[in-house]
């Protein structure tokens, strides 16, 4: 459990980080504060991961995001197409931070 102070030191980084995402791509601070901060609870309160080789034959496949631990995508057993690495919500966080990171 987090102490309070602990909180509003992490929503001032946040902030800060925001306030210089914002420059870059223009999205609205309250999104952004909220999807850090979702990415950042995510973290702190992953799921109990299935794991694929113990279900039975047949079964649809669980694959989870390499940031968060969240379920990233579900597929047939049969698929055939990419499997994603992250889930939607890590998945824009990180194009928003790779965009500012080749911009230099
Ligand atoms: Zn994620």
């Known amino acids: 459990m987090k102490e309070q102070a602990d909180w509003d ?3 001032e980084m ?3 980080k925001v306030s210089y995402l914002e420059v870059s791509v223009k ?3 309250e999104e952004l504060i909220w999807a850090l901060g ?3 609870y995510r973290k702190a309160h992953p799921p109990v991961q299935i794991n694929n080789i113990s279900l039975p034959t047949g079964s649809p496949l669980y694959f989870y995001c390499h940031a968060c631990g969240h379920l990233a995508e ?3 057993e049969d698929y055939t197409t ?3 690495t992250h889930c939607a919500l ?3 966080l990180e194009g ?3 965009g500012i990171y080749h911009r230099g």
């Open 9 to 11: 030191a992490a929503i």
């Open 14 to 16: 946040l902030k800060k």
């Open 27 to 29: 999205l609205k601070s």
């Open 38 to 40: 979702e990415r950042e």
């Open 74 to 76: 579900e597929k047939p």
């Open 82 to 84: 990419a499997v994603k």
């Open 90 to 92: 890590c998945q824009e």
């Open 96 to 98: 928003i931070e790779n």
